[in-house]
């Protein structure tokens, strides 16, 4: 009997199956208003209601058969499948954003929306969807149909009680989804939107629609209430960021409706005069908005002061901003002295911190190495960094991305032009030693401070992936200095500098590796964005000077990582193995059989490597082979043997 039930309930799940199969097929391939074959429909009904409602809620790529009728807009289908097949309509699916190839989890209700299917908006609502439904985002229907603009569908939505100010997760509200359109912002303020909401930047709705250069949303908004002088989380209001955005019909409609002070005027043309230049390479354009600049601080009795005064920078060339007309003629043919005068002004006016100056510090940066002048591009790129570090740490993405981008370029450097010989192109001797340092003390001022803060709870673990690559980078800057190292003094330094480092135990977040582990490992690479061709670099580690450089340090050479391996275990790995380097292990006091987590120990790796010649056998001790043998065979010795001795035995503990 229990054979034959067996059989039968394999054919029954096979038949569920196949039902399930055809239903999602037929979904994906039905028109808009076609309904489900007369056949399928017959054996859907055929089943039990409980049995119907399952095989409707499996899904196939993340997709139920309701929530494709419902992307597929078919009223029919869906209308079917929660009527006759108790469809749960809030079970979400994968909806897939054409604009952006975002994936985003959301119910039906949410997908119809975005796909601009009204009539299944409808059908969805009449039958008791949740109208304020949240996507993994915190986005309702209503906030995403007015990111894609479906005005219908969001005036239905609003008529049947979705909630207008409901934000998703960032505070972004469904007028600040809108700013494309006047027509829609018209609509949503009727009905009570707040023009003033902010999220989770401080950016109200006008400082959207400025950044998308949209006038008429923009003048919509100011004559409904929009506040103009909110500032955002970095300082930006609207006159600001007409000037950052290079908004400039904006700009001039803020200028006419807004009584500003000639102060704030002055500042404003030649902030929007410095973004023609650097985003738009309209160095006319620049030159007569610093002219009209210039012009209104003349303009009253006494002249306007540019404040705040501005220390002089090595890395701007200890350039000045003018301060007469004849001063700006004479900088007006050269291009690279008005870029310098662009970044005095972002300065000036945002302050070194703000994102969009450090943002221009790296651009011209890489626009001073596009043209082979690398030294400038360090000196900008070294500021930014040390800005970044001092305002953001070194867990902050931008702060790594800096020093892995600098990073780089000097490895780059070091690698194709070091031995060269001096042309108008190429500078000699580069990375220079003193930038090296500087790049590696400031990485290393606070890194204490960022160590302790990964310890708070909860775990960032972006955070402990920038901390790691930070660990790279020092790791590749130890390498930098021992190649650019000229001098005793120099020498002096790097150990000393090294040794404080190595004092600390620093570890890498995730995988608790020490700087020695990072010096073994070929896994130890640095990417950057700033560069198209990762595959150029070479490979720096393994590296038996850095490696060599640590130990003399008083790197640990039995430290374990999260999985219990020893730099020497690294070391052995097959992928990893260089003789010189294993045998400096072993010469500063590697245990050959310390195991790891997996039992794995380095004396049976370097045994196997077909290429090893190391004499193994000097460097096994007589203890190390009793506490093999008694971890080994699980010999109880704890207050068995001295104090000193038990630490000694659980090293070699897997």
């Known amino acids: ?145 007015c990111f894609m603009t479906h005005i219908d569908i969001v005036q239905y939505l609003v008529e049947n009680g979705a909630d207008i100010r409901k934000p998703n997760y960032n505070g972004g509200t469904c007028l600040i989804n809108s700013v494309q359109s006047v027509q829609l912002c018209s609509y949503l303020i009727s009905k009570g939107a707040d023009v003033n909401a902010r999220d989770i930047q401080d950016k109200t709705a006008l400082h959207y629609a400025i950044q998308e250069h949209r006038l008429e949303t923009a003048q919509l908004l100011l004559e409904h209430g929009a506040d103009p002088f909110a500032k955002s989380r970095y300082g930006d209001d609207a006159l600001q960021t007409a000037c950052l955005k290079g908004a400039h019909q904006i700009f ?75 001063e700006l003629d004479n900088i007006a043919a050269d291009v690279d002295a008005m870029r310098i005068q662009s970044l005095l002004i972002y300065e000036r006016i945002l302050g070194i911190d703000h994102k969009d100056t450090l943002f221009r510090l790296m651009f011209r940066g890489a626009s001073y190495a596009d043209s082979l002048r690398f030294q400038r591009c360090i000196d900008l790129w070294l500021l930014a960094l040390q800005i970044r570090v001092q305002k953001y740490s070194i867990l902050y993405s931008d702060t790594c991305l800096t020093a892995q981008a600098i990073v780089r370029l000097m490895l780059d450097l070091l690698d194709k032009y070091a031995d060269v010989m001096p042309n108008e192109f190429v500078e000699q001797g580069m990375p220079r030693f003193e930038d090296v340092y500087a790049v590696f003390q400031v990485l290393t001022s606070n890194i204490n401070d960022a160590r302790q803060l990964l310890n708070i709870r909860p775990v960032h673990r972006k955070q402990q992936e920038n901390f790691d690559r930070i660990l790279k980078c020092l790791t590749h800057l130890m390498y930098l200095l021992i190649s650019t190292a000229k001098s005793e003094d120099d020498r002096e330094l790097v150990n000393g500098s090294v040794r404080k480092l190595v004092r600390n135990n620093i570890r890498s977040a995730i995988t608790n590796d020490t700087l020695l582990h990072l010096s073994v490992s070929r896994l130890n690479v640095i990417k950057s964005g700033y560069f198209t061709d990762d595959s150029s670099l070479r490979v720096i580690f393994p590296n038996l000077n850095v490696a060599r ?106």
């Open 1 to 145: 009997m229990g054979k034959y039930t067996h059989s039968s309930n394999l054919s029954q799940h096979r038949n569920l199956e196949q039902i399930s199969n055809e239903l999602i097929q037929e979904t994906k391939i039905c028109t808009d208003q076609s309904p489900l074959p007369k056949g399928l429909r017959e054996r859907l009904e055929g089943l039990p209601r409980h049995i119907r409602k399952e095989v409707v809620k499996r899904a196939r790529d993340g997709c139920s058969p309701l929530f494709i009728a419902s992307r597929r807009g078919n009223v029919k289908i869906t209308e079917y499948l929660i009527t006759v097949c108790d469809a749960d309509s809030e079970q979400k699916g994968l909806y897939e954003v054409p604009e952006d190839r975002s994936v985003h989890c959301v119910t039906p209700l949410w997908c119809a929306c975005v796909s601009g299917k009204l009539p299944v908006v409808k059908c969805l609502v009449r039958l008791g969807a949740n109208i304020n439904a949240l996507s993994d985002t915190g986005s309702t229907p209503l906030r995403s149909a």
């Open 252 to 326: 001039d409609y803020l200028k006419n409706r807004i009584n500003y002070s000639s102060e704030r005027l002055a500042d404003a043309h030649e902030l929007i005069g410095s973004t023609f230049i650097d985003d738009h390479n309209e160095t006319r354009v620049a030159i007569l908005h610093w002219r009209l600049a210039h012009h209104i601080r003349l303009r009253d009795a006494n002249y306007i002061r540019k404040k705040p005064e501005i220390p002089l920078r090595y890395a701007y060339g200890n350039a000045v901003e003018f301060s007469t007309i004849a």
């Open 549 to 654: 450089l640590l130990l003399e340090c008083g790197a640990h050479v039995n430290a374990k990582n999260e999985s219990k391996s020893t730099p020497l275990l690294v070391a052995s790995m097959p992928y990893n193995y260089e003789r010189e380097l294993v045998h400096t292990l072993l010469e500063y006091g590697a245990h050959l059989d310390q195991p790891n987590r997996n039992d794995d120990r380095p004396m049976s790796l370097i045994a196997m490597n077909p290429v090893n010649d190391i004499p193994l056998v000097n460097y096994i001790s007589l203890k190390c082979l009793c506490s093999t043998v008694i971890t080994k065979f699980g010999i109880p010795y704890r207050n068995q043997i001295p104090r000193t001795l038990e630490d000694f035995v659980r090293w070699h503990e897997p």
